[in-house]
């Protein structure tokens, strides 16, 4: 399918998706100032992994 055919609600809906997962990714990754670096380390260690495996397509959550 080029992208001329493409159903322009199918691209906004795409587009929505996207946000709210580029959104998510960016709270999930937010490091508070008062935050122990060992445990904002962690953290962010752990949402990489699971940004990594939704990439990946696993389902295990």
Not at 29 to 53: F, G, S
Request: charged residues 45%; proline residues 2%.
């Amino acid at each position: 399918m080029s992208a001329s055919s493409a159903d322009p609600a199918d691209l906004l809906v795409y587009r929505d998706r996207r946000r709210a997962e580029h959104y998510a990714a960016l709270e999930a990754t937010a490091v508070d100032d008062e935050e122990d670096v060992d445990t904002a380390l962690k953290r962010l260690r752990t949402a990489r992994h699971e940004v990594a495996r939704r990439r990946r397509g696993d389902s295990k959550e």
